[in-house]
């Protein structure tokens, strides 16, 4: 059941309708990850606005519950896998809806799609350091797709009420902003504004239940296999005009020409120093008897885990859907890691990722 939001509230009502369409996609797992933080931005964005209201008291209350519950399922993940998750979430789903601008295709769940991504990229002003010169060039970067995207849901949203199609564009394009948005881009109320705009256009083209389904941006999780072992390299030796010879089977006899190299004090021909073929008597094929090894022991499974979800597989069973999402997840966060060139975390998740498969 969708949480009631009093009106002084207003602003959060995206992020938590955001929050609650994660709550039921089970398509994605890094959902249930951006749901929390879209709650925890939402009570930092509604704090302020509060004051004295019961209703908005009450309202934020929920809110904390929710989080506390999730609070140790979220303690598995480091603060830079929390932002890099919820960052590339975010970035799939503004490039879906951008995709679908540039090639002239942008229809009504375009707009919704834009909207969406509106919510995740504002969300992301938690991970952002105040003093950091990276973080403060990544966030000025980052408000203007805000702001571009809330602008095209609006524009995109007006030209089909208007009943023609909507001009193909594209994130980058433009020849250049205009004297408001650079506006916006300095301070929050701007963006706030946008926000009213874009939600009354959305309120004359459908409800707030269709919005559930507008975007489908995560394929699902591909179980992580191990490479084929590699077969030790040989280097070829030389061959001249003479030795290109057509590749005899594998059954057939070795000849002179084509045995190996002969060490020193071996038979010449033409030059070429060869080894006479060896030949030996083979021992007795021995009868096969199964080999009784001891159980191999499981790895101890740390604390916290994906979710809870990892759990030892017995040997010789079958990995669970579960166990394989786990796994693949645990090796995302091992390329973030990487990423952030912090290669302790990176072995220490991809260790993870081996006991969530019960190796």
């Excluded at 094929?285 to 499974?301: D, H, K, S, V």
Aim: proline share 9%; aromatic share 6%.
């Amino acid at each position: 059941m969708p949480l009631a939001i009093p009106p002084e509230l207003k602003k959060i009502s995206p992020f938590v309708r955001r929050a609650e369409e994660l709550d039921r996609d089970q398509t994605s797992p890094e959902s249930r990850l951006v749901a929390y933080y879209l709650r925890q931005y939402a009570v930092h964005q509604g704090i302020p606005l509060a004051s004295a209201s019961p209703g908005a008291k009450t309202c934020l209350g929920h809110l904390l519950e929710s989080l506390e519950k999730e609070k140790t399922a979220m303690d598995a993940f480091t603060r830079n896998e929390s932002s890099f998750l919820c960052r590339q979430f975010a970035n799939r789903v503004f490039d879906k809806a951008d995709g679908e601008d540039r090639m002239g295709m942008a229809t009504k769940e375009t707009a919704k799609t834009f909207y969406a991504a509106a919510s995740f990229l504002q969300m992301l002003e938690q991970f952002y350091e105040k003093d950091d010169e990276e973080s403060i060039e990544a966030r000025a970067e980052n408000r203007k797709r805000i702001i571009y995207t809330k602008w095209k849901a609006t524009e995109i949203l007006k030209a089909i009420k208007e009943g023609r199609q909507p001009a193909a564009g594209g994130y980058g394009e433009e020849e250049g902003e205009s004297e408001d948005e650079e506006k916006d881009e300095a301070s929050d109320e701007p963006v706030a504004s946008n926000t009213n705009i874009a939600e009354k256009e959305w309120a004359s083209t459908g409800s707030e239940k269709a919005q559930a389904a507008a975007f489908d941006v995560l394929p699902p999780a591909v179980p992580i296999r191990p490479p084929a072992p590699l077969e030790p390299e040989v280097e070829p030796e030389p061959m001249s005009e003479s030795e290109s010879e057509p590749e005899v089977d594998q059954g057939a006899e070795i000849s002179a020409e084509s045995a190996p190299p002969a060490y020193p004090g071996d038979s010449k021909t033409n030059g070429i120093s060869i080894r006479p073929p060896v030949t030996f008597d083979l021992p007795p094929i021995a009868p096969e008897t199964p080999l009784e090894l001891p159980p191999r022991p499981l790895a101890p499974q740390k604390k916290g885990g994906m979710f809870g979800l990892m759990k030892q597989r017995q040997p010789g069973a079958k990995a669970t859907k579960a166990q394989i999402t786990d796994a693949t997840e645990l090796a995302r966060f091992a390329v973030a890691a990487l990423e952030d060139k912090d290669a302790e975390l990176a072995a220490e998740r991809l260790q993870q990722a081996l006991e969530a498969l019960g190796r």
